[in-house]
């Protein structure tokens, strides 16, 4: 049976995309813990005289950071529920047009819900 008569991917696929997901995962969860603990030495730095740092670029910086922490964060979601999509056994299926995500590209952004031709049309 080939991809396109497929209505999901098999335990064995499925098992495999857990790892990598997994894997992404944790280096995910280990980023959002350094920029946080950079936000809060940042924080505790009596707003960053002790590194020498003045007011305005101390912002900016404390800013990136932010940012820098909520992209992980969401990343961290994404991937999580990805995790769930595998349990329930629908991990990899475009939610716009209900057919596989080519293997592919689930390797390369493993918390895709969307296949290229879905993406490209949007």
Known sequence: MN???QSRYSDADLAE???IIDEKLTE???QLAFYLNQLSEQTNSEDGKKRG???GN???MADDLQNQAN???KLVQHLEYA???IENKVYGICRVT???ISKERLRLVPHTTLSIAAKQAR
């Open 3 to 5: 991809a396109a008569e």
């Open 17 to 19: 995309f857990k790892l």
């Open 28 to 30: 995910a969860r280990k």
């Open 53 to 55: 740092i003045d007011n």
């Open 58 to 60: 101390h912002a900016s």
């Open 71 to 73: 992209r992980q964060r």
């Open 83 to 85: 995790g769930m999509r």
């Open 98 to 100: 209900g057919k596989l």
